[in-house]
T-cell receptor, first 114, second 112 residues
Framework: AQSVSQHNHHVILSEAASLELGCNYS??????LFWYVQYPGQHLQLLLK??????LVKGIKGFEAEFIKSKFSFNLRKPSVQWSDTAEYFC????????????FGKGTRLSVIA | DADVTQTPRNRITKTGKRIMLECSQT?????MYWYRQDPGLGLRLIYY???????NKGEISDGYSVSRQAQAKFSLSLESAIPNQTALYFC???????????FGDGTRLSIL
């Protein structure tokens, strides 16, 4: 069965600081990987996704993530965070076939202070 | 208009009551999902449906049932609500890729 671990429960950063949120997955086959963002009081939105090809994936709002197969990791990064990035971030995985539903990590809450 | 609409948005009810949460979508997607979100636990899948005739249990289906009345409608029922089902419930849809991309605004359910 698939599982996803997000190591940081709550991260607090000052504006302009660099961000890296960890995500590791466990699955015996080829996977698709995703990051979702949930702004306060809102539903989840897809931030970026990796299916295949270039392991460095660029998403919306300046976010990127790098798939490192040997480490089973898909960490999310942003060079300079803004107050508006305050949100909860979820990593998710499913089987490459797409016929299994997503498994989500428990989320990392990011607080950006001015 | 929202692509995925959930009703009600908020509900407070008592233990033992039957509750139905409804979800409708205008995306034309075949695949629909019900998740619950609890603080510190992320999203957990309750049920999913890949088409009108296909219903599958998710990670935490006990105590829940679903009905896929049409391509656009997917309802979640709690036959006899209990307090530990207090949570935020999300409906989502996806295309054939299986990646939920369109979420409803959620139903906040409180069971006393």
């Amino acid at each position: 069965a698939q599982s996803v671990s997000q190591h940081n429960h709550h991260v607090i950063l000052s504006e302009a600081a660099s961000l890296e949120l960890g995500c590791n997955y466990s699955y015996g086959g080829t996977v698709n990987l995703f990051w979702y963002v949930q702004y306060p009081g809102q539903h989840l939105q897809l931030l970026l996704k990796y299916f295949s090809g270039d392991p460095l994936v660029k998403g919306i709002k300046g976010f990127e993530a790098e798939f490192i197969k040997s480490k089973f990791s898909f960490n999310l990064r942003k060079p300079s965070v803004q107050w508006s990035d305050t949100a909860e971030y979820f990593c998710a995985v499913n089987a490459r076939s797409g016929n299994t539903p997503l498994v989500f990590g428990k989320g990392t809450r990011l607080s950006v202070i001015a | 208009d929202a692509d995925v609409t959930q009703t009600p948005r908020n509900r407070i009810t008592k233990t033992g009551k039957r509750i139905m949460l409804e979800c409708s979508q205008t995306k034309g997607h075949d695949r629909m999902y019900w998740y619950r979100q609890d603080p510190g636990l992320g999203l957990r899948l309750i049920y999913y449906s890949f088409d009108v005739k296909d219903i599958n249990k998710g990670e935490i289906s006990d105590g829940y049932s679903v009905s896929r009345q049409a391509q656009a409608k997917f309802s979640l029922s709690l036959e006899s609500a209990i307090p530990n089902q207090t949570a935020l419930y999300f409906c989502a849809t996806s295309d054939f890729s299986g990646v939920p991309q369109h979420f409803g605004d959620g139903t906040r359910l409180s069971i006393l």
